[in-house]
């Protein structure tokens, strides 16, 4: 799981609701277990539940007298909240790569809001300091991927107009030196 975020930036109960069902996209809960795991009180909880289920961000499916929910991951507004979260999680990362890169891309499945539990965040980091980018990427969190390449193979790699390099190009670029 992504490190904690500041108590204040996802802060309302429907905020905080969102993002449980966005972190555990292929998982349906049933609103206790949601109120619970998610710290919400549980008329809070179910007030966000009817809000987003009436926006279609998430889906309710009812089986007896219990409705299960999850969110959509074809929503676009609930992928951008899903690559919102990895960024937030990102970032004491890439802050440390910024002076060392040349170009730093978010890419893969968090790039597209398509990551679930056990996703790895993937990073491009250009540079023609690879001996000290690795350290810093040594002091990331597991699950941050990190690929290390000097602008001249990065630049053989984007000409060759591979499969990957392609993916990479479709990715976020989190930095990019002028």
Same mark, same amino acid.
């Given at each position: +799981? =992504? ?14 609701? +969102? ?15 949601? &109120? ?5 009180? #549980? &008329? ?12 279609? $961000?998430?889906?309710?499916? #009812?089986?007896?007298? +219990? *409705? ?6 074809? %929503? ?9 979260? @990895? ?11 910024? =002076?060392? *890169? ?8 968090? @790039? ?22 690795? =350290? ?17 193979? $990065? @630049?053989? +790699?984007?000409? *060759? %107009? *591979? ?16």
């Amino acid at each position: +799981m =992504p490190p904690e975020l500041p108590a204040d930036f996802w802060g309302t109960s429907l905020q905080k609701v +969102m993002l449980f069902l966005c972190r555990r996209p292929e998982t349906e809960f049933y609103d206790l277990e949601i &109120s619970k795991q998610s710290g919400v009180s #549980r &008329s809070a909880t179910n007030y966000a539940l009817r809000d987003l289920a009436g926006r279609s $961000w998430i889906e309710r499916e #009812r089986r007896g007298r +219990m *409705s299960f929910y999850r969110a959509r991951l074809n %929503h676009p507004l609930v992928r951008q909240v899903k690559v919102l979260d @990895a960024l937030l999680a990102l970032e004491p990362a890439w802050k440390l790569l910024f =002076p060392l *890169s040349e170009r730093v891309v978010l890419f893969g499945s968090a @790039a597209e809001g398509r990551d679930v539990p056990g996703s790895d965040l993937d990073l491009l980091v250009v540079t023609n300091q690879a001996g000290k980018v690795k =350290p810093a990427v040594l002091k990331f969190p597991e699950g941050i991927q990190v690929l290390i390449k000097t602008p001249v193979e $990065w @630049a053989g +790699m984007a000409k *060759s %107009h *591979s499969v990957f390099a392609r993916e990479v190009e479709r990715g976020l670029v989190l930095w990019q030196r002028p």
